[in-house]
């Protein structure tokens, strides 16, 4: 069976979120806005987690604009030096010092070229790795809202951009596997025993009739009466319970 899937996008700017996700159009009326909160909650606790791990977020911002005003600065550089190294070393004939000057132009150039080039470079890496964490993240939320509601949403990664400039684009694939989504469709995990709720998945709770007993340890067990065989009657433990709290 196919089911339709269509996207919505998160983005962040300077390492911020600017713009969280939205219910796509196409599921306005199917998705409570309890649910999907409960999604934009994980998105936002989730987010910059990876990337805080081994960077510091709080001075992230201002390195990468660092970087942007070198590179803004050397590029242009690159052709005025050029062509005015150019022009020296062109009319060295009848200026002999021009000579030296169009080798120093020259030189200043070719550091601007190379500074333009890795400024652009460490630039464009950070901001890679950083959407890469932050998908890294956002896969954590996706795990979390999947578990949660049984796949009956699903969330997944969809194509995501970055730019130089500090702009983070993700991209998020929804897919609804039910009519409509609501909060008591969660499952209820992290109870007092650690069980899911079975009543939710559809499975009946097996009853068991014997005599419960209490083991040294502090564990009930139940015993019933087996088959009497040759005129006896045998107790046995058949099922242990949950540990006493």
């Known amino acids: ?68 005003i070198t590179y803004i600065v050397c590029a242009p550089l690159v052709f005025i030096l050029g062509y005015l190294a150019y022009y020296c070393l062109l009319i060295t004939g009848l200026y002999v010092y021009l000579l030296a000057i169009g080798a120093i132009l ?21 901001m890679k790795a950083y959407r890469f964490a932050c998908q890294q993240d956002l896969n954590g939320a996706f795990a979390y809202m999947n578990q949660r509601y049984n796949n009956m949403i699903y969330f997944s990664t969809a194509r995501s951009t970055h730019r130089n400039n500090g702009k983070v684009q993700l991209g998020i694939t929804v897919v609804l596997r039910a009519q409509n989504i609501t909060p ?54 058949i099922q242990q319970q949950m540990q006493q709290q």
């Open 1 to 68: 069976m196919s089911y339709r899937s269509t996207t919505s996008v998160v983005i962040l700017k300077d390492f911020k979120i600017i713009s969280l996700p939205i219910i796509p159009s196409a599921y306005v009326n199917r998705i409570d806005p309890a649910v999907w909160q409960e999604f934009v909650s994980q998105v936002q606790n989730r987010t910059n987690q990876t990337f805080a791990q081994n960077n510091d977020i709080a001075g992230a911002a201002s390195k990468r604009r660092c970087l942007q």
């Open 106 to 126: 020259a030189i200043a150039a070719f550091a601007s070229f190379i500074g333009a080039v890795v400024t652009a470079t460490k630039c464009g890496s950070m």
């Open 184 to 237: 008591n469709m969660a499952q209820m995990v992290g109870t007092a025993t650690g069980q899911v709720n079975v009543m939710q998945q559809g499975v009946m709770p097996v009853q068991v009739q014997g005599v419960p007993m209490q083991l040294p340890n502090g564990q009930i067990v139940y015993q019933v009466a087996a088959q009497p065989q040759q005129g006896q009657q045998v107790v046995m433990p």
